[in-house]
């Protein structure tokens, strides 16, 4: 009867280990990471009267076709990729979003995305913000009962102030890690966005603006 039984269990792990790997072989489909969030809004009050519009970011990564890849534990790969895949666009948008609901101080600025690729003049904005993507990735590896999912991101943030021609400049890279037992692409997104949001919160915290120019803090 014990023999039976163990018979029986091990089949049981045998059939769900099999389940569990059904899902798990890569056919190369790309999955499009949406990372525009809900950004939570401050108590209502008149934008600051400074004119930002932000350009698209430069994409300077190596490998710029994707963001990453899934490693599917019985092989094979599946790509992520951002919505409209062009990173450099996703996070200067996530950027401007920020600024309009909780910029710097928790305060709502006048903030909008470049309608093209020309640099602003002094007629439509006050500072014009640029940046490039250094790195900006997103992988995820499966193995029995779980994946680890990492993302990374390295962004050089450029502010000119059109009034007096001055610029700063910030380098800010991050990382984070999770590890799932059930994996959905959301917990990439989530993840990505995370990292993208910790990169703005470090920008905000490390600069400020002052008679409509943006200065690094004291």
Known sequence: MKQTRGRLGVCIALTAGLLMGAGCVGTGKTFYLD???KQAAAPYMEP??????IESFEDRRLENNWLGIRTHLWGGVSYFNVVGERPGD?????LADRLKTRGWKGRA?????ASSRGVANQGDADIV??????????NAKSRFFSTVVNTSSKVVITAK???????????????QRDTVIWF????????LAATLKD????????????????????
Do not use: C, H
């Open 90 to 94: 996703a996070v200067a948008q996530a």
């Open 109 to 113: 600025w006048m903030a909008r995305v």
């Open 199 to 218: 990169s703005i919160d470090r920008y905000l915290a490390d600069t400020t603006i002052e008679q409509k120019a943006l200065r690094p803090a004291r």
């Open 48 to 53: 600051e009267p400074v004119r930002i519009v």
């Open 184 to 191: 959905g692409e959301a917990d990439v997104q989530q993840l």
């Open 35 to 37: 990372l525009q969030q």
């Open 129 to 138: 913000i640029s940046g490039q993507l250094i790195d900006f990735s997103a």
């Open 161 to 175: 102030n059109m009034g007096d021609q001055s610029s700063t400049t910030r380098s800010i890279e991050g990382a």
